[in-house]
Structure formats: C-alpha cells, structure tokens
C-alpha cells in the first residue's frame, strides 16, 4: 500500500525557515517523480514545486521561486522542501504527492495527508 | 484568480449526470492533453479521478468520465450518487513559468 507521510510543518514567524519532509513507503520511490501541493484554509490547490526521478528535472511555482528548495534522497525514500523567507501567504496544509512517472508528468496519482505551516508573528 | 476557470458551484439528483467545466487558454488546456481532475472530500486529501483528459486510474468508477474540446476541459459523472457529494479540481501543464496550475475548485453538491 502506498503511504506518504509529511512532518516539519508547525507554527514559524515571517521571514524565518522550514524544512518539510515526506516519508514513502509501499512503491520504489527512485521509479517515480514527486511534488508538493499546498492548500491555504478554506481555499484551493496550488502546486508549489516538482522533481523528477533523479532530481535532474526540478520546478518551481513563481509563488516560490528564489525562496523553497525541493529535493530527494532516494536512499532513505524521502522527499524534502526547504522553505526559506516564509510569508504569511504561505499559510497552507502541504501536501506531498507521487507522480504518475519518473519524469515529471504533473499527474499527483497519490497524495499525503499533509502537514500544516502557519506563518504569523 | 486561478488560471484555470471553474464554476463555483454545481448540482444534481441522485441518478441524474452532472458536467463541471474547467476553462484555459491555449498555453494550458488547450494545448496540451494533461489535463487531470481530483476528487476532495471535506478534511480529506484529494484523489486523482481523470488523467491525460480522459484515463482512469484503476478502480475509479466509470460513472466517471473527462473530455476536452479547444481551451475547455469537462468532468461528467452519470449516475450521481451521495457519495459524489465533493469539491473537484481540474489541473493542466502550462506553458508559464510555472508549469501545472490548478483550477479554483467546483463544490458538487448532491440534492
């Protein structure tokens, strides 16, 4: 059974860090690309940032470009994004998602439960 | 603002179909065939229900189907049944600076 299990979210003040990470379990996590997606309260989806297989295809929602960093260590089936600058509009539950390939395809085939940021002072 | 259009909103009978739409330009939707919808449930993470604009994954219900026609993409669900009762989001590959973006989210609600 495939399981994706988000940590790190929590409460952190403007303009400090968080780092996110996403436990895989039940699918070769090397096969498959893998994102995050996030859903502020009471709104939307919004994909926030991909990365293929082998980290050699990575991207970024214009939202976040210059401040989050995505990335993967397919030793310990895990998936990680660095949230640097953080802002109140980053207020959101983040979900972790499988792709539905190596490379990216944009299909989120399984996702998380997510875990919550809250950015206020 | 979504880049992606969908009604706020949409309605139907058990047993009855329903059709929510998701409108984009020709640097997303109508451009290119990943077009993906999702299913979300209150307090639930979303599931992946349409993919490629008209795929299945398996052991979604064929009640289920997706189309495309020029910058428009369509869900229909035949057969409405309270459990359908959700918020469905559409999703696309665009050619922007950030490569898939969402619609805003269509709420069904079963009468």
């Known amino acids: 059974e495939v399981q994706l299990v988000e940590s790190g979210g929590g409460l952190v003040q403007p303009g400090r860090s968080l780092r996110l990470s996403c436990a895989a379990s039940?699918?070769?996590?090397?096969?498959?690309?893998m994102h995050w997606v996030r859903q502020a309260p009471g709104k939307g989806l919004e994909w926030v940032s991909g990365i293929s297989w082998n980290s050699g295809s990575i991207g970024y929602a214009d939202s976040v470009k210059g401040r989050f960093t995505i990335s993967r260590d397919n030793a310990k089936n895990s998936l990680y994004l660095q949230m640097n600058s953080l802002r109140a509009e980053d207020t959101a539950l983040y979900y972790c998602?499988?792709?539905?390939?190596?490379?990216?395809?944009?299909?989120?085939?399984?996702w998380g439960q997510g875990t919550l940021v809250t950015v206020s002072s | 603002q979504s880049a992606l259009t969908q009604p706020a909103s949409v309605s139907g009978s058990p047993g009855q179909s329903i059709t929510i739409s998701c409108t984009g330009t020709s640097s997303d939707v109508g451009g290119y065939n990943y077009v993906s919808w999702y299913q979300q449930h209150p307090g639930k993470a979303p599931k992946l229900m349409i993919y490629e604009v008209s795929n299945r994954p398996s052991g979604v219900p064929d009640r289920f189907s997706g189309s495309k026609s020029g910058n428009t993409a369509s869900l229909t669900i035949s057969g409405l049944q309270a459990e359908d009762e959700a918020d469905y989001y559409c999703s696309s590959y665009t050619s922007s600076s950030t490569p898939w973006v969402f619609g805003g989210g269509t709420k069904l609600t079963v009468l």
């Open positions: 998602a499988k792709d539905n390939a190596a490379p990216v395809t944009g299909e989120f085939v399984y």
């Open positions: 039940g699918f070769t996590f090397d096969d498959y690309a």
